[in-house]
């Protein structure tokens, strides 16, 4: 039972164009959110994240949009360049009053930027 | 210092044999996590460190999964009479403050593959 889907497993998007990546969740007690990008033969990187008191954090060509309600997220970049082509990562945790849980990852979403 | 540091990048043992795989986190780093990532799926949680106590073990598969962190920064996870269905990349993260509130910074991985 996936509490974390993404449910494009590929997006091709044109260079200079805006990239949307989309994400949802079902576990209502998820209160932070991340976006990490992974290249072949690599961990994962740390993008971007978005606590549940915000519904939107920009960073540069990076902005991640909250919708608590229907409990969706999604990822923009804009304007999208070649070395955006990468599998990213949606990634939820209900970390907060100091506990740790591990991370919940979606499957991942394969973005092309065309040249 | 460096980044995450994960050794061996690459694993091949027979059914039956013991595994050891070594994390090296962000030099200061207090929490760690392990994660197992499937072939076409985002990383799972296995289980989490603080300092050098294992506050969360919940994602470990079964009993012959092992992981360890006795001075509080290098950790180890042990696979005993490994399975063909324990083949995956184990992949270590590392981050600032006990929680995971804070980004988990990754490591590249160890692919382990069982014959």
């Known amino acids: 039972d996936q509490q974390v889907k993404q449910n494009s497993p590929s997006l091709s998007v044109q260079e200079g164009r805006i990239s949307i990546l989309n994400c949802d969740y079902t576990?209502?007690?998820?209160?932070?959110f991340l976006w990490y990008k992974k290249y072949p033969a690599e961990g994962p990187t740390f993008l971007i994240s978005?606590?549940?008191?915000?519904d939107k954090n920009e960073d540069g060509r990076f902005t991640v949009f909250l919708n608590k309600s229907a409990k969706h997220l999604s990822l923009h970049i804009v304007p999208s360049q070649p070395g955006d082509s990468a599998v990213y990562f949606c990634?939820?945790?209900?970390?907060?009053?100091?506990?740790?849980?591990?991370?919940?990852f979606g499957k991942g979403t394969h973005l092309i930027i065309q040249p | 210092g460096a980044g995450v540091s994960q050794s061996p990048r690459y694993k091949v043992a027979k059914r039956g044999q013991d595994v050891a795989l070594r994390c090296d986190p962000i030099?200061?780093?207090?929490?760690l996590f392990w994660y197992q990532q499937a072939l076409g799926q985002g990383p799972e949680f296995l289980t989490y460190?603080?300092?050098?106590?294992?506050?969360?073990k919940s994602g470990l598969p079964s009993d012959r999964f092992f992981a360890e962190r006795p001075e509080g920064s290098v950790s180890t996870l042990k696979i005993q009479r490994t399975q063909q269905e324990d083949s995956a990349v184990y992949l270590c993260?590392?981050?600032?403050?006990?929680?995971?509130?804070?980004?988990?910074?990754f490591g590249d991985g160890t692919r382990l593959s069982i014959l």
């Open positions: 990634a939820a945790s209900k970390g907060s009053g100091g506990g740790a849980d591990g991370l919940t």
């Open positions: 576990n209502s007690m998820f209160d932070y």
């Open positions: 030099s200061g780093h207090v929490s």
């Open positions: 978005i606590s549940s008191i915000k």
């Open positions: 993260a590392s981050s600032g403050v006990g929680g995971a509130r804070w980004p988990q910074h």
């Open positions: 460190f603080q300092n050098e106590a294992q506050l969360d």
